[in-house]
């Protein structure tokens, strides 16, 4: 997949593009069905897909003491989009003066000019341009004089509401991980590289990858049966782990950490680079009276997350 920064509006010197846009934080099942349309409606004009996406977030810059943390990295994000078909990732600086931009203005320099749209998908709840004044039958007003059509969706729901990255999050910040595979249509996941952190896990007879997350979001505090994935260098299976999200209250607490501990694995992983996929809460974080009541939980726990994972497809 080609992925563009687009520094300058200038054409790309694409034709055809169906564009679908939005912030797709999560990729879940609803950016999903704008993707399979924008797919579909590209593959029947001979043209190319493309997500078009901002970075930062809009919110950062608009109202950044009210901005959500992220569900994913982009990297993340144009790796799912990728899978779903998409051909081109075209990422717009979002800035305040792309804010103060008209509605008429965005469609013709960005979807017009740069990605030589023919066909736009977006959600019938869609809203753009200053002061987010356009809507889905503005988009179409304007398309008809920049010669593209518009394609609506309405929204993918779940237990009768929308499908929303809030959703996501909340359900995160639950601890409600098969809640949120559930809205995603995929388990959620943390990547990051493994780094030493203060080897208690050795001494409690649980060795533990410390990963230093490269998401914004993480699940709630607890523990959790998870999936590990290695990323780079040789790859292996699935591996199934335990991990513990949190502050470590049993030894004076401190930052948020993650720390998995791989069933029957061995290898030496520091500075690798290591994919969590979050399956079931098996608790909340707790802290113990001592080492060896930790000890014994930690051991329970192994046995958890592998009835869980055993099951898991």
């Known amino acids: 997949m080609e992925i563009v920064r687009l520094e300058s509006l200038a054409p790309r010197g694409w034709r055809r593009s169906a564009v679908t846009v939005g912030n797709f934080d999560g990729v879940h099942r609803g950016h999903q069905a704008l993707v399979a349309a924008a797919v579909e409606d590209a593959r029947a004009a001979g043209g190319s897909a493309v997500v078009l996406t901002f970075d930062p977030h809009p919110s950062r810059v608009l109202a950044p003491d009210r901005a959500p943390s992220a569900l994913m990295t982009l990297a993340q994000k144009a790796e799912a989009l990728q899978a779903l078909g998409i051909q081109r990732l075209a990422v717009l600086p979002f800035t305040l003066e792309l804010s103060h931009e ?116 993480l699940p709630g505090a607890g523990v959790y049966a998870c999936w590990a994935r290695l990323l780079d260098g040789p790859g292996l299976d699935p591996i199934p782990a335990v991990v513990n999200v949190g502050r470590r209250p049993t030894f004076g607490g401190g930052g948020t950490t993650v720390e998995a501990h791989l069933l029957h694995f061995d290898q030496d992983l520091y500075g690798r680079r290591l994919r969590l996929e979050f399956a079931r809460r098996l608790r909340e974080e707790q802290a113990f009276p001592n080492a060896e009541a930790l000890r014994d939980q930690i051991r329970h726990d192994i046995v958890a997350a592998g009835r869980v994972l055993e099951k898991e497809p």
Not at 123 to 143: M, Q, T
Not at 161 to 175: F, K, V, Y
């Open 102 to 217: 008209s509605a008429e203005d965005f469609a013709r320099l960005v979807l017009q000019q740069a990605l030589a749209a023919r066909m736009v998908v977006v959600g019938l709840n869609f809203r753009f341009g200053r002061g987010r004044a356009g809507d889905i039958r503005v988009l179409e007003e304007v398309g008809r004089k920049l010669r593209f059509r518009v394609h609506g969706l309405p929204p993918v729901l779940h237990d009768g509401e929308p499908i929303s990255s809030t959703r996501i999050r909340e359900a995160l910040a639950r601890g409600a991980v098969e809640a949120a595979t559930e809205l995603l249509g995929r388990r959620f996941c943390v990547d990051g590289p493994v780094v030493r952190g203060f080897q208690r896990g050795r001494t409690l007879g649980a060795p533990t990858a410390n990963v230093d997350a490269e998401n914004e979001a």
